[in-house]
T-cell receptor, first 116, second 111 residues
Framework: DGGITQSPKYLFRKEGQNVTLSCEQN?????MYWYRQDPGQGLRLIYY???????QKGDIAEGYSVSREKKESFPLTVTSAQKNPTAFYLC???????????????FGPGTRLTVL | SQQGEEDPQALSIQEGENATMNCSYK?????LQWYRQNSGRGLVHLIL?????REKHSGRLRVTLDTSKKSSSLLITASRAADTASYFC???????????FGGGTRLMVKP
């Protein structure tokens, strides 16, 4: 089965802790993305990567970090510097068209992070 | 910043009725995409319409694009309770590279 997976589904964090959210895809997509979604809102881009060992900041990168050591994996770390991390986090992937990120994106099921 | 803005924010209809959602955007686009999200789940891609297209169909879905008005609409015909979800438009700018999502329309279809 081809797809994109995220784990864990639910995550609880104490204030001051770093946590890492996992995202894996077996769609052979070059591009991967992390979005944050707050209740009743749309998606905001945190980070994206078009190629292994390279990534760019999105609109709300402060307090987050990522790595892209493998094509299939794009983990997101929510650091203690993120002031309001409670949210629903979505990972996505897409193929590139003419080297650009313009195609449809495939989403994972999401991770709901709650800070206690 | 959010490029696309959906209207209405919430819509409640009876099963069998048609549902129309609108999306407006600000800058010239390469393409516009519609996604669906069931509560607490990831998004699912529905349709992509390019800037040189005016209308696309997929099953019970019909999407129109009016680039002169910078707007798009998503029509779901003969709605079903299972269509209950949030629907998002997302745009790729002509000169850009990234997908930008609107705030979504929450659709409830009552059986």
């Amino acid at each position: 089965d081809g797809g994109i997976t995220q784990s864990p589904k639910y995550l609880f964090r104490k204030e001051g802790q770093n946590v890492t959210l996992s995202c894996e895809q077996n769609l052979n997509h070059d591009a991967m993305y992390w979005y944050r979604q707050d209740p009743g809102q749309g998606l905001r881009l945190i980070y994206y990567s078009q190629i292994v060992n390279d990534f760019q900041k999105g609109d709300i990168a402060e307090g987050y970090s990522v790595s892209r050591e493998k094509k299939e994996s794009f983990p997101l770390t929510v650091t203690s510097a993120q002031k309001n991390p409670t949210a629903f986090y979505l990972c996505a992937s897409s193929s590139l068209r003419q080297g650009l990120i313009r195609n449809e994106q495939f989403f994972g099921p999401g991770t709901r992070l709650t800070v206690l | 910043s959010q490029q696309g803005e959906e209207d209405p924010q919430a819509l409640s209809i009876q099963e069998g009725e048609n549902a129309t959602m609108n999306c407006s955007y600000k800058t010239s686009i390469n393409n516009l995409q519609w996604y669906r999200q069931n509560s607490g789940r990831g998004l699912v891609h529905l349709i992509l319409i390019r800037s040189n297209e005016r209308e696309k169909h997929s099953g019970r879905l019909r999407v129109t694009l009016d680039t002169s008005k910078k707007s798009s609409s998503l029509l779901i015909t003969a709605s079903r309770a299972a269509d209950t979800a949030s629907y998002f438009c997302a745009t790729v700018p002509r000169a850009g590279n990234m997908l930008t999502f609107g705030g979504g329309t929450r659709l409830m279809v009552k059986p």
